[in-house]
């Protein structure tokens, strides 16, 4: 195998390693930013956080325990996405033919 196949596998494995680990010491339904948790793993590996950011995007988009949002709130959020609630749709009442 080559040599820079393994030095990056290796990374990757630590990154997502690192990045499970600080997922891990969070409570459900708590959020951090990417660029936040980008930094907080390239800490754990000694890493400029750039390096590490794309590891960082893949898991968190792949994760099972955390789910990426968009927006003000948005990062990740450890847990399992709520089920959005499809509300119904208004029915107008048919006029009734006893009129005519």
Same mark, same amino acid.
């Given at each position: 195998?080559?040599?820079?196949? /393994? =030095?990056?596998?290796?990374?990757?494995?630590r990154?997502? /390693?690192?990045?499970?680990? +600080? !997922?891990?010491?969070?409570?459900?339904?708590?959020? *951090?930013? *990417?660029?936040?948790?980008?930094?907080? +793993? #390239?800490? @754990? !590996?000694?890493?400029? &956080?750039?390096?590490? !950011? #794309?590891? +960082?995007?893949?898991? @968190?988009?792949?994760?099972?325990?955390?789910?990426? =949002?968009?927006?003000?709130? #948005?990062?990740? *959020?450890?847990? *399992?996405? &709520? $089920?959005? $609630?499809?509300?119904?749709?208004?029915v107008?009442? +048919?006029?009734?033919? @006893?009129? $005519?």
């Amino acid at each position: 195998m080559n040599a820079d196949i /393994e =030095t990056m596998t290796a990374t990757s494995r630590r990154a997502y /390693e690192a990045a499970q680990h +600080v !997922l891990d010491s969070m409570r459900d339904g708590e959020r *951090i930013q *990417i660029k936040d948790l980008a930094k907080d +793993v #390239g800490l @754990a !590996l000694a890493m400029d &956080p750039k390096k590490v !950011l #794309g590891f +960082v995007h893949h898991f @968190a988009h792949h994760t099972s325990v955390a789910y990426v =949002t968009r927006g003000k709130n #948005g990062g990740i *959020i450890k847990g *399992i996405k &709520p $089920v959005k $609630v499809k509300k119904a749709k208004k029915v107008e009442p +048919v006029a009734s033919q @006893a009129n $005519v």
